[in-house]
């Protein structure tokens, strides 16, 4: 069966400080992979995915991901995070195996020091 | 235009009451889902509905039951509701296995 994990459960980074969130995964193929963001009472947002192609993608809000098959990892990366990048972030797997849902990580919440 | 809304918002009820949550998207998507985000944020997905087809029904309880009277409407029937059954309820759209976009979310709490 396939699953996600994100291994850190609580992030905490200095504003303007680089940021990478783990996210690895267990499928036999090539997954087609997400990382969606939620601010505090609010849906999810979709800040980038990975189909095929180049590895390394770019996504909305500056941020980009690496998809190493090697490692089965899908990180995602800021180079400077803003007080205002503070919410849950969560990676999720389709398996592309007709409409089947989005398994999802358990999240990441990232915190913001001043 | 809001692409993917779900009315209520927030639901409170008592137990074994019915209650439904409504889902609708307008961007012209061909499958919807509904996933349910526990107390400690887990998402998971309940169903999906491809062109008004049941494809996948995750173990839910059958006192859940989606309808889906067009393409751009699936709505969540909850019968006989338990403690167990608050949460946060997402509905989401695609167009096949492309990005799925979500709704803002339904707040249900049971009493």
């Known amino acids: 069966a396939q699953s996600v994990t994100q291994p850190d459960i609580h992030i905490t980074v200095s504003e303007g400080a680089s940021l990478e969130l783990r996210c690895n995964y267990s499928?036999?193929?090539?997954?087609?992979l997400f990382w969606y963001v939620q601010s505090p009472g609010q849906g999810l947002q979709l800040l980038l995915k990975y189909f095929s192609g180049d590895t390394l993608v770019q996504g909305i809000k500056g941020f980009e991901a690496e998809f190493k098959r090697s490692q089965s990892s899908f990180n995602l990366r800021k180079p400077s995070v803003h007080w205002s990048d503070a919410a849950e972030y969560f990676c999720?797997?389709?398996?592309?195996?007709?409409?089947?849902?989005?398994?999802f990580g358990k999240g990441t919440h990232l915190i913001i020091q001043p | 235009d809001t692409a993917v809304s779900q009315t209520p918002k927030y639901l409170v009820t008592q137990m074994g009451n019915d209650k439904s949550i409504k889902c609708e998207q307008n961007l012209g998507h061909d499958t919807m889902y509904w996933y349910k985000q526990d107390s400690k944020k887990f998402l998971k997905i309940m169903f999906s509905?491809?062109?008004?087809?049941?494809?996948i029904n995750e173990t839910v309880p059958n006192r859940f039951s989606p309808k889906s009277p067009d393409k751009a409407h699936l709505n969540l029937h909850i019968n006989s509701l338990e403690l167990g059954d608050s949460a946060v309820y997402f509905c989401?759209?695609?167009?096949?296995?492309?990005?799925?976009?979500f709704g803002p979310g339904t707040r249900l709490t049971v009493l």
């Open positions: 509905y491809n062109n008004k087809e049941l494809i």
């Open positions: 989401a759209s695609s167009h096949r296995l492309d990005t799925q976009y």
């Open positions: 499928y036999g193929a090539t997954p087609y």
């Open positions: 999720a797997l389709n398996s592309g195996g007709g409409a089947d849902g989005l398994t």
